[in-house]
């Protein structure tokens, strides 16, 4: 009987740390290169013509401290849903995402192979302060 205690108590505790490493392990961040370069450099064309004027790259150094661990689509939606401020959501939604990939490579984060999609996992990528 101790015998099979002390296996099931083993088997907890295996099944414990692997659930453990999963969750943490499992989920993506935008230190992962989650965006293209591509998409930094469409980006930065819409920046520079409709956020520069009133943005600077405090402003969003900032803004992802203070959205620190929240997924990134959390972001995109507010952004597109203030931003410009004279007309919020005229941008098209690509020119709104690859804004947010030039913002995270002004900010220091890594481009990648994975285009950023607001419409394909970018509810799984958590942003982290930079």
Not at 16 to 27: D, K, N, Q, V
Not at 105 to 116: H, Q
Request: aromatic fraction near 12%.
């Amino acid at each position: 009987m101790r015998r099979k205690a002390n296996c099931t108590i083993n088997l907890l505790f295996v099944t414990t740390i692997f659930f453990s490493y999963l969750a943490s392990g499992a989920e993506k961040t935008v230190k992962d290169g989650v965006f293209t370069e591509a998409q930094v450099s469409s980006g930065q064309v819409v920046y520079d013509a409709q956020c520069k004027t009133c943005h600077n790259m405090r402003f969003y150094r900032d803004t992802l401290r203070s959205w620190n661990n929240q997924p990134l689509l959390y972001l995109w939606e507010s952004i597109m849903g203030t931003m410009p401020a004279d007309n919020p959501g005229s941008l098209m939604f690509e020119e709104y995402t690859n804004v947010i990939a030039y913002i995270l490579s002004e900010n220091g984060f890594p481009t990648g192979d994975m285009k950023l999609d607001p419409d394909n996992g970018m509810g799984d990528i958590a942003i982290v302060a930079p």
